[in-house]
């Protein structure tokens, strides 16, 4: 399915979130807090365009998919950034290997979410950092109203006119509102060996970031 929406990918983004991806981006980048020097493991990383975005904090920054028609759409436009394939179940990396991971909208999309959070802590450093940014539930009751109508009637309508596969945008409204909401995801990443879990509302809920510190005792 993501092999199919990659030739538009980045511009299907752009235009269904009328622009806030970009401020969506320097937002999980903040939050990692990150360093020069710094590894950082962009899991989910689609073609890059995170990634590329990560890196412009001076830290060396690795985005791995599992999809390959992706990375080679983010090679393309890309060359520059290291792409690498990658299950977020099974990452091709040692124990312990970064300073920061991070998976932006794609948690959801992971057989098994709380093994994919286990896997992040698996890579990163004790005392190291986690930020997970994903689709979330708006805390306004109206705005959530009116939200969950464009996701489910407008959303699948923009895509037809500006996405590669329209039909894989239907499963992208579905798979949103079957999302838990920021409490219930806060609770999953602490069962994973995650600490000190706390998260912050963008756009009024309709994203969250939850941030997390490796647990040192966790296996």
Known sequence: MFDGVAARYDLTNTVLSFGQDRFWRRATRAALE???GDRVLDVGAG?????????????YAVGADLSLGMLYAGKRTRPHVPLLAGDALRLPFADASFD???ISFALRNVNDT???LRELARVT??????V????????????????LSYLMRSLPAVARAVASNPDAYVYLAESIRAWPDQAALADRISSAGWRRVAWRNLTGGVV??????RDESAI
């Open 208 to 213: 969250a970031l939850h941030r997390a510190i």
């Open 125 to 130: 450093r004790p005392g190291g950092r986690l």
């Open 47 to 59: 073609t890059g365009v995170s990634t590329e975005e990560l890196a412009h904090s001076g830290a």
């Open 100 to 102: 920061a991971v991070t």
């Open 114 to 116: 709380d093994a994919a």
């Open 132 to 147: 997970v940014c994903e689709f979330s539930t708006p805390v306004n009751p109206a705005f959530r109203t009116v939200y």
């Open 34 to 36: 990150l360093r020069p």
